[in-house]
Nanobody, 119 residues
Framework: QVQLAESGGGLVQAGDSLRLSCTASGRIFATYAMGWLRQAPGKERDFVAS????????SYADSVKGRFTISRDSAKNTVFLEMNSLKPEDTATYYC????????????WGRGTQVTVSS
C-alpha cells in the first residue's frame, strides 16, 4: 500500500495560481502512476492530470490543458500540480491518487485538499 498526503490548497481569486503537492510513502516502487482528481459539491470525482512514475508521461483533462502542469520529484516521492489561470469552475476538493498498474484504476487516495477560486 501507498500512503498519500496532499498539501497546498487554499482560497484564491480567478486568474491566480496555486501549487498542490502530494507526498507518497510506503510501497512506492509498486506504483505505476500518480495523479490528481477533483470533486465539486454535488458532482462526481473527475480526472484532472496524471504522471507515470517509470517514464514521466503526463495526461490532462481537456478542461485544464494549457493551464495545469503535473510534475514529480522522484527523490522526494512527491508529485506536484501547478495550477495557473484558475477559474471559479476549478473550485473543488482535489485528491491525490495512485495506480498500481494500468488496469488497476485509481485505487489509493489521499484525504484531499480544498481549492476555492472566487470570481
Amino acid at each position: 500500500q501507498v500512503q498519500l498526503a496532499e498539501s497546498g490548497g487554499g482560497l484564491v481569486q480567478a486568474g491566480d495560481s496555486l501549487r498542490l503537492s502530494c507526498t507518497a510513502s510506503g510501497r512506492i516502487f509498486a506504483t505505476y502512476a500518480m495523479g490528481w482528481l477533483r470533486q465539486a459539491p454535488g458532482k462526481e470525482r473527475d480526472f484532472v492530470a496524471s504522471i507515470t512514475l517509470p517514464s514521466g508521461l503526463t495526461s490532462y483533462a481537456d478542461s485544464v490543458k494549457g493551464r495545469f502542469t503535473i510534475s514529480r520529484d522522484s527523490a522526494k516521492n512527491t508529485v506536484f500540480l501547478e495550477m495557473n489561470s484558475l477559474k471559479p469552475e476549478d473550485t473543488a476538493t482535489y485528491y491525490c491518487s495512485a495506480m498500481e498498474h494500468p488496469r488497476s484504476g485509481w485505487s489509493m487516495w489521499g484525504r484531499g485538499t480544498q481549492v476555492t477560486v472566487s470570481s
